[in-house]
């Protein structure tokens, strides 16, 4: 079992690379608007849930 894992691990690591420049700013880019996106999605729930429970 352990003797697996480390076979495992070690395969891992011969096939993982670096990611160059441009992967790089892709996955920032990325990461930054899901980052943003989900930032919207809790202030507009905020927002609903402010205006709903001023109406009440």
């Known amino acids: 079992m352990l003797k ?3 076979y495992e691990c070690r395969r ?3 096939v993982a690379r670096k990611p160059d ?3 790089y ?3 920032s880019r990325i990461t930054g608007v899901g980052m943003i996106l989900i930032g919207v999605l ?3 729930i905020t927002l609903i849930s402010y205006l709903v ?3 009440v």
């Open 4 to 6: 697996n894992f480390v």
């Open 12 to 14: 891992v690591l011969r």
């Open 21 to 23: 420049r441009d992967e």
């Open 25 to 27: 700013l892709q996955i």
């Open 42 to 44: 809790g202030f507009i």
């Open 53 to 55: 429970g001023g109406m």
